[in-house]
C-alpha cells in the first residue's frame, strides 16, 4: 500500500513537470495555426528555392462622374513571372519573349538571369498577348519555371483630362495622388497572398467572390465641362505662355465642383515620366495674393457696418500714402462715387474705405467667407496665410487682396456669397451631403447693390474683355505682384492675373474663377488676360447646359438642362 502511493506521488510529479511544455506546445500550435498561421506559412515558403509568396491587388473601384461615365477604371491584364533558376533554353526564351512583349531583349535578359529565385518578367500586359505567351512557354520548356498571373491595371480612358485631381494608383494597389489617395479606402481592392511554384499557383487564404467586391466613387465632375475648360486651359497657355494656370467652375447651390484644371497637368496612365510639380493641382495645393478680387467684400463689409453708405464718395489723387509706403491707381482719379470705386477697382478708395475697419472687423470678415481655413475637400489642401490684423497696415492692404494669401477654391467658395449671399462647402463627391456653411453673409441691401456693381465691372469697368452678347456675368478682376525674395520687393514683372465671378448674374447658378501664373506679353493683367477667357467658357458652359440668355434680344428655343 505505501509502494502503491509511492508510486502515485511520481507519476503526479511527473505529470506536474511535464504539464509546462505540454502546454508550452500546445500554445505555439495554436500561435502557429490560428495567430500567425499566414506569416508562418509565408516564412517557410521563403526558405525553398521553388515557392514564392507575393501580395496580388485584386479589381478596384472606378472613379466616375455626375453622369455615372467612367473616368477612372481598373482592367483586366497578365503578368508573367519565372523563377530564373529553373529556366531552360534562355536565349531561345530571351529572344521570343522579346518580339512578343515589344520588350528589348537586354531587359528580358536581366530579368531572367537575375540571381533571385523569383521575379516579375512583364507585369500588366492586354490579355490579348496571353496565349502567345503560353506558346513561347511551352515550345521553350518552361512550364515548370514560368507562369501568368491574372491582375488589374489602372486605366484613365480620357488621358490626361482632369488628371491633377483624379491622382493615380500605385503599382501595389494603393491610390498615391487626387481622388484616387482621398477615396482609396473605399476605392481599393483586397490584397490576396498567393503561392508561386515552379508550375502553378495558389491563393494563401481561400476568398470568396463576394469578398472582392469594391464600391465606385460618383464625383461631382461633369466630363462635358471638364472637357471645354481644359480647352479654354490650352487656349491661354498657347497665348501667354504662364508659369501655371487654374480654374475651377462650381454649382452655387450645393458646391459641386464640375470641372477643375490646371496647367501643368500630366498623364496618368504614365505617371513616372513627369516631375512631381506636374501633379500638383494648384487649384487648391498653392496660395497667391489675390488682388482686387477682394475688394467687394471689404466695401460690401463696410456698408453693412454702416461704415460707409451707398451715397459715398471721395476724392482719389495720385497716390495715398499707407505707412511709408505708396498707393497709386492703374488710372489717375480726382474724385470716385463708392459704385466707382468698385467698377473701376480704385485702390485708394478701397483703402480710404478700409480705413474705418478694425482688427475685429477684419477677422470677422475672413471668417465670415471661410478665408481663415481650408475646407479638406481635396488632398493637399493649404491653408490660407493671414497676417496679424492688429497692424493697421495689413487691415489697408489685406482690402486690397495684398499682404495674405489664400488658393482659388477659397476664393470661388467666398464669390458664392456674392452670387446667392450663402457660403456653401465645395463638394467633389455625390456621397457627400451638400452643406450650407453660413446663410445671409451681407444684408439684402448690400447684397443687392454688390451683385448690379460687379455686373456693371463687366458691362462697363475693368473687365470689359468679359462682356458677353448673351449673358450678363458679375465679377472682378485682380493682379497681385509676386514676392520677390532676392530683391525683397514686390516684383513688376512677375504678376498673378484673376478673374472670378459667377453667371448668369440675374439667376445665378454657377462661380467661375481663373487664375494665370506670370503671364508672358503686352499688359498682362486681370481684365485683359483671363477675362476674355471667362467670356468663352460662359458662353460654352450655358451652351452645354442650354441655359437661356438673360440679356434681352437673343431668345433660344432648346430647354434648360439640369445636369
Known sequence: MQEFKRINARILILILLLLPIFLVVIINLLRIQVIEGKAYVEKVAEKFPKVKVEN?????????????KEIAVSIPTISVYAFPRLINNRDELIMRLSAVLNVPEKD??????????????????????TNLVLRVIRETDNVHAIGIQEDFKRFYPHGHLASNTLGFVGKDGDGLEGLEYAFNDMLKGRVVKKFFFAGGKMALEPYEEESLKTDDVRTTLDIGVQTLVEDVRDQIVKTWNPKRVAILVMDVENGDILAITTYPYYNPNEYWKYKRWHMRNYTVTDIFEPGSTVKPFFIGYAMDKGYVKENYATDIGKYIEVYGRYVKDVHEYKYLTIDQILVKSSNIGTIKIAKYMSRKDVEELFKLL??????????GEAKPKLPHFGYPANILYASIG???AINLLNLCAAYVALATNKIVKPRIALHENPQVIRERVFSDRTFAWLKKNLINVVEEGTARLAKSDYFYIAGKTGTSQ???FEAGK????????????????????????IMVDEPKGPNPYGGTVPA?????????VAAYYRLQPDKPGYPISYSSRKD
Open 56 to 68: 496580388i491587388p485584386l479589381y478596384r473601384g472606378a472613379i466616375l462622374d455626375r453622369n455615372g
Open 108 to 129: 528580358i535578359a536581366q530579368r531572367v538571369n537575375s540571381d533571385k529565385k523569383f521575379v516579375w518578367i512583364a507585369q500588366n500586359l492586354e490579355k490579348e498577348y
Open 370 to 379: 471661410h478665408m481663415d481655413a481650408s475646407f479638406g475637400v481635396l488632398p
Open 402 to 404: 495684398q499682404g495674405f
Open 482 to 484: 509676386k514676392f520677390d
Open 490 to 513: 514686390y516684383s513688376r514683372e512677375k504678376l498673378v492675373t484673376y478673374f472670378v465671378g459667377f453667371f448668369p448674374a440675374t439667376n445665378p447658378r454657377f462661380v467661375a474663377g
Open 532 to 540: 476674355p477667357y471667362f467670356r468663352e467658357l460662359v458662353e460654352r
